[in-house]
């Protein structure tokens, strides 16, 4: 199997609520090691690879992993390039899409969204002269032979010229940038397992990590499918009235349990539950999902800062694990459409909270008693 149809593959398994860390490597690799076929492979991918159907908004189209490392891609219509993290494919930043002209000497080079040049050769042309002109134009003096040197073997290495001293009239070569490249970010690992100390479910007066938020508690990532509880003594700390695990599914070395259930305390009365939790194969959270019926549900959320956040209708609690930062990034929407996102780091504690939409009923800790 080539690295292009094993790329398609990969991508095909995945959909938006993914981690891209895997699939963006390959990449990556493919653009480092293949740039003369670079374009050629990248076509193939977006053609085969429909990212509508892996549940993103709009079919967009991959340029290629830019010196930031960051993802470069082009919207659906073309109109507008795109940057994106590598981890969930979610866009940074976004610009009209025009081809800009960056004169380097007397040549004209169009910018690529990597912060290569394309430069279509004339008549006279030498790697060598082109090269000088680059590394000059780049870093503002005079290179050294030496320095030439090296960029003319990177220019035909990355072009497929077999022979440097003969590259004909008429062809677009890519010419990378000088700048260093920016090492890919090596995705970190999820470190937080559902029996960790810091999530433990707490009295409901109190406030709680929203990792374990009511409903998602620590016993059900260990419970078989059918598995069902009823008023044991950790379903009454975490305010629940019943809880059955509705499927287990392990692929890939992660174990998906879905649930359902309802809550207890007077607050909670008529609230039902769906749950989802993935594990990795050492049992630490790779993300998790729940939604609460009719008005939702009443959380009190630490805020990170010594204070809690007090969400009186939460309808959803949807957690994903960052494998570029590292942390645990927790989205709380409330039934009128509010949102909140709450960040925990690997120790399992909160480490920030911020309001995405609307102002959060919030209560400040109290001042330390001297």
Request: charged share 30%; glycine share 10%.
């Amino acid at each position: 199997m080539s690295a292009v149809d094993n790329i398609v593959q990969n991508f095909k398994k995945l959909d938006q609520s993914s981690d891209f860390s895997g699939v963006a490597s390959q990449l990556i690799d493919l653009q480092k090691h293949a740039r003369g076929s670079w374009q050629q492979n990248i076509d193939e991918i977006n053609k085969a690879v429909d990212m509508k159907a892996l549940g993103f908004p709009e079919d967009f189209k991959i340029l290629g992993v830019n010196e930031k490392g960051r993802l470069m891609t082009t919207s659906e219509d073309g109109k507008k390039l795109q940057e994106r993290d590598l981890a969930h494919m979610e866009v940074k930043a976004e610009r009209a899409n025009t081809m800009s002209v960056e004169k380097r000497g007397n040549r004209d080079f169009y910018a690529n969204a990597d912060g290569s040049g394309s430069y279509v050769t004339k008549q006279g042309d030498t790697l060598w002269s082109i090269a000088r002109e680059t590394l000059k134009a780049q870093n503002g003096q005079a290179p050294s032979g030496s320095e030439i040197a090296n960029a003319v073997k990177t220019i035909a290495r990355e072009n497929n010229i077999q022979d440097p001293s003969r590259i004909g009239v008429g062809r677009e070569i890519r010419v990378p940038s000088s700048a260093p490249r920016a090492e890919f970010p090596r995705a970190m690992q999820p470190q937080v397992k559902p029996s960790d100390g810091a999530l433990q479910p707490r009295p409901l007066e109190q406030s709680s990590n929203p990792l374990t938020v009511p409903g998602l508690g620590a016993e059900v990532a260990l419970q078989p499918r059918g598995f069902r509880t009823r008023g044991g003594a950790a379903d009454r700390e975490e305010g629940v009235r019943d809880r059955e695990v509705v499927s287990r599914d392990r692929s890939e070395g992660r174990t998906t349990t879905k649930y359902q259930g309802s809550l207890s305390d007077g607050f909670f009365k008529d609230t039902k539950f769906e749950a989802e939790r993935t594990v990795g194969q050492n049992g630490q959270i790779v993300k998790e999902n729940i939604r609460y019926s009719n008005t939702g549900a009443s959380l009190k959320l630490d805020d990170g800062r010594g204070g809690k956040v007090q969400i009186d209708n939460a309808k959803e609690v949807d957690t994903r694990f960052n494998s570029e930062s590292g942390k645990y990034e927790s989205t709380v929407t409330d039934l009128d459409g509010s949102q909140y996102r709450f960040t925990t780091g690997r120790s399992g504690r909160v480490e920030d909270f911020q309001t995405i939409r609307k102002n959060p009923k919030y209560v400040p800790a109290p001042p330390p008693a001297y």
